[in-house]
């Protein structure tokens, strides 16, 4: 009480310093003439309140700083409320010997076996009836490709294998055209093959070997016979060259040209018999399964045992790269996760519990041993585990807080605007909701909604700091650390807490759930993998524990997205989403401005680009000036014909009335019913500051001064200029500031036509310097320095609004109002 009243005195005493420096004082308040009197106890109402309510905030925050650290420690230390002294690790002070006769499991010990097992089996494998299927299909589609080659280059052999061989026929019908024409030469022009073979000495071994056989077959027979024979095998080697020049984009097409050569090159017989056998092979290789990860070797050689080897080793040469090219990386072989989830599950479950015994009257401890698990086991099952609150924990806890909670006042008093009791309340909500989630063990930590919501709502440095202490502090109370949901997790909440306060669309952040689910399914499968003792055969089942991970950061995403309008609506925040719905013209109450007043809702516009291009220059919120230029004179609707602006010419209401006490207060109505509107239609605080703010307690100086006037002729007491200036408080942040500079500055620049940038810009610093030296501006963070910054923007804006256009000619504006007519 004695703080209180000491405040409060202070307070008053500097009301009256600030009157004084007005040249007022509290008698000279008091004589005023009758017609103030009614504004008088509505002004000294208001300091009221303010005296109480700065007051209330000079004690609110170690308040909250200890229901701060008291609930945080609650929780972050609640491992310590029935922790045991005597537990694994620590010295037994005395020998401790078993009461009665016991068996006991031991639970943990038990658990590890079990997740070890769970982790190590072996997965299994199902056959992909699908892949197999295709790649039947692919062998039977490659076949009949190579049967429709075949049937092309028809007939062959082109004479019977007995007179001329195979191999040799084959051959002919692939050698190179410089070859053929050596053939042909030499068998035409009626020369020996022997002396031929003479002066061909250099001659390729096939080449030569079908020279001499083509020269004994002209040797039995005749020669028409002989150009009949190289006229057939010219003709053959056409349609083959034909025929293996069509395989683009036939399933064939990857084979290489040696083996479709060897296809196309085997006789009836022998293809019927290699078509079985392709078949055949093939089925046996996907029935026996190719699991993933099979290296090319190991392939080749199941082809070459399944294959028949009666085949002729070209057949054999084109069967088994025919087979390969199929088979080659596919993998028929699949991972069952259900199956081998169930049989992990059963493998574990198969796991014996680990089971203690001891007899009434054994040892379980002497004193002076470190006691093991298994006595420990025994000790915490007879209840002599010294089971109680430790203190030192608590203690420990309850520093470790209080550091946080202060490291976390300094950054937000630093970074964030004032606070109220609503705020610090929500966000100790949200930093209670991490932890006790981790008592609950349910392995899925939130901290990607509270990083997307504390950005969201106090920025994204803010949220960094929140997330970063509440994973620290989480994980201390974690009994048992699992390394990979701690920075799967966390790594999810810095992702949220740093984009959430900059995306400025639902879409966005939709997408941005998406980010942070996938960014945290890949840390927490890359983190298990690393830290799994066989990694390299259980991906498969760690992969769906991974999925569920990233799906639960999504669904935390979600979750936030859903409750944040009701957060918004019972904490009165804004986002910055909030703050591009509220700048809407389809909004309600804009709407009502644009209809009832649309002279005030033109001037907003104005002041909108102004305030907005400024903000944007000095990297304030341009949101939140965008939403509080287009609402700070909603109060002017309750009496449209009392602002000039809206009077579209008609007569002057002010001088009608010609009593500038009544039109003060009407002038002044318009602050206080703006409050009222936008308390009915549930505008956020930060919007409702700007509707007193944007005015300050900047004097009304049209009225004073005819009210100054009328006083001085009929011959009454002195004017109080408090009477006749605005109710404030003055701006109280950067945003506020800055349109009150713009709201001043709107009329003078529209009323410029023709002035030059130089007689703006001057017109422009005179207005500031007014402003500044009426200490309008010492509470909103304005420095003297950004005033030229914040001038040279408005006249850059007043420009883009009144620049010049080109003066059309009288002849040309009637030669297009007859072409229109026409």
Known sequence: MKTLQFLTQHLEKLRQQYQNSRGLSSKEGKTTAPKKSSTAPQSSNWLAKLHKSQSIRNIHPPVMWGLAVVSLTSVIGYRFYNQPQLSVGTVSPIRIIAPNNGTFEDVQTTEEKRKEVRTGIVPVLQRDIQLTTQLKLDLTETIEEIEQLRQQTAPFPFIDPKIIPLSTQQYLRTATE????????????????????????????????????LDKYGQTTSTATLKGLLETIKQSRQRYVKATSKTAGLKLSPLSPELIGLSLNLDDQTWNKTQKTLITTLQKILTQGIPPGMPDYLLTDIIAIQLDSSLSPSALQMATGLLMKIVQNQHNLTVDKEETKRRAEQAAQAVEPVIVEVKAGDVIVEAGETITQEEFVLLDSFQLSRRGINWLGLGVSAILVGGTVTGFCVISNRLHRPMRRRDHLLLCLLSLSTPLLGIFNLGYTNLPAVGLLTSSFYGPTLAVTQVIFLSGLSTFAAATINWSYVLAGTAGGLLAA???????????????????????GSLYFL????????????????????????????????????ISPYLERIFDLVTPIRLVELANPNCTLLKRLAMETPGTFQHTLFVACLAEAAARELHCNVELVRAGTLYHDIGKMHDPLGFIENQMGAPNKHDEMNDP???????????????????????????????????????????????????????T????????????????????GILMLADGCEAALRSLKEATPETALAMIHKIFKARWRDDQLTDCGIKYEELPIIAEVFVKVWQQFHHQRIVYPKGALEHQSTSKSN
């Open 717 to 736: 007491g002195p004017i109080s200029e408090a009477d006749f200036r605005y109710v404030g408080p003055v701006p109280q942040s950067r945003e506020t």
């Open 661 to 715: 006490w009544a039109s003060i207060e009407i002038i002044k109505k318009h602050v206080s019913e703006g409050l009222v509107m936008a308390n009915k239609y549930g505008l956020p605080r930060v919007i409702r500051d700007f509707i007193p703010e944007h005015q300050g307690t900047l004097l009304i100086s049209y009225f004073y001064y005819q009210a100054k006037q009328e006083a001085e002729r009929n011959g």
């Open 498 to 520: 740093f984009m959430a306060g900059r995306l400025r669309s639902r879409d966005e952040l939709a997408r941005l759930g998406g980010a942070i689910g996938l960014l945290q």
């Open 527 to 562: 983190g298990y993998l690393i830290a799994a003792p066989v990694a390299g055969t259980i991906w498969s089942a760690i992969l769906p524990g991974a999925i569920l991970y990233g799906l639960s950061g999504m669904a935390w995403s979600v979750m936030a997205l859903g």
């Open 178 to 213: 410089k070859d053929w024409q050596t053939i042909v030469t030499g068998l035409t022009t009626g020369g020996k093959a022997a002396s031929l073979s003479q002066k061909n000495q250099e001659l390729q071994p096939s080449l030569k070997t079908a020279i001499a056989q």
